[in-house]
């Protein structure tokens, strides 16, 4: 059984958006009774996140963006990404976690983790946030990973939407290599395949675009068959999954057909693709009941893939 790590607080929940926004403290309120009525609770290391500093932020963000949005109490930057009262202090958490689960793989104490927090963040360019995300999770924990002496960092993401935030963050970086599965064309409209990096970053981002109404076969192919080898060429000292299940079926985020056991092929071929740590980290994701059931398939094999 793999040491895997469950990076949880109730402020994840505390970042509030009007009752008709699919991006709800619900999801996250659900996915824990849910997970806690299985017998996968107590397996997991319950570990609970750090608070991130405005210094770990801005290795990403740029200060004009940090000081706008900590100027905003409550209001919205476009029709669907929300600030709330307790925004700013989610977003740091959602950070720590990440933070908290690099600096315990350091030190030997867990080989992998999963921070389920809202709100998410791969839309969130260096001076914008968008598409519901405020800052964005998986670029600030790359860079803070890095400081760490986790000098190369792969951030692979399977959510249904591309992360434009986190490609265009690391496009001109060789040192963090970014690899998207989504569905194309669809919201941002970015993540095209020729999109492949700028300057010393090319090369070092990977789009497979993904057709509308494509399922667990799809999915298969890529992360079973291309995946592995894009990672054994990279040889990352660590890897940083933007774990999206609007994929599901049952999602109306998406126009894709993953089930379950889908999510379940595609994380063991992202676990089977490297013996070096993995954190996941919560995007999308909006039907309670198959984000619930797919992060649960995910724990599992978080736990015991590859046997
Ligand atoms: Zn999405």
């Excluded at 958006?17 to 991006?23: K, L, R």
């Excluded at 700028?198 to 890529?222: A, C, H, L, Q, W």
């Excluded at 676990?271 to 909006?286: C, H, N, Q, R, T």
Aim: net charge negative; with cysteine; proline share 5%.
């Amino acid at each position: 059984m793999y040491k895997t790590a469950f990076v949880c607080d109730e402020i994840f929940t505390c970042h509030d958006t009007p009752a008709w926004h699919p991006e709800s403290p619900i999801r996250v309120e659900y996915l824990i009774e849910f997970l806690k009525r299985t017998d996968l609770w107590d397996k997991l290391i319950h570990l609970t996140p750090q608070r991130a500093t405005i210094e770990d932020i801005a290795r990403v963000h740029t200060k004009e963006y940090i000081n706008m949005i900590l100027s905003i109490q409550k209001g919205e930057l476009d029709t669907e990404t929300i600030i709330s009262p307790h925004t700013f202090t989610a977003c740091l958490y959602a950070i720590g976690a990440i933070k908290e689960s690099v600096d315990k793989i350091k030190e030997g104490l867990i080989e992998r983790a999963f921070c389920p927090v809202r709100p998410p963040g791969h839309h969130a360019e260096a001076n914008a946030g968008m598409g519901f995300c405020i800052f964005n999770n998986v670029a600030v924990g790359a860079r803070y990973a890095q400081t760490k002496g986790f000098s190369k960092v792969l951030i692979v993401d399977f959510d249904a939407h591309h992360g434009n935030g986190t490609q265009h963050i690391f496009e001109e970086d060789e040192s963090v290599f970014y690899f998207s599965t989504h569905q194309f064309p669809y919201y941002p409209d970015t993540g095209k395949e020729t999109e492949r990096g700028i300057g010393k970053g090319e090369g070092f981002t990977y789009n497979v675009t993904i057709r509308v109404g494509s399922g667990d076969k799809d999915f298969m192919y890529v992360y079973q068959d291309i995946f592995p080898s894009v990672v054994s060429r990279f040889s990352p000292d660590l890897i940083l999954v933007s774990a999206g299940y609007d994929i599901h079926y049952m999602d109306q985020h998406s126009d894709l057909k993953a089930t379950c056991e889908g999510v379940r092929g595609i994380v063991q071929g992202i676990l089977g693709a490297s013996d070096k740590p993995y954190i996941f980290v919560l995007e999308g994701g909006y039907d309670y009941i198959s984000l619930s059931k797919s992060v649960k398939n995910t724990l599992e094999e978080m736990l015991y893939y590859p046997p």
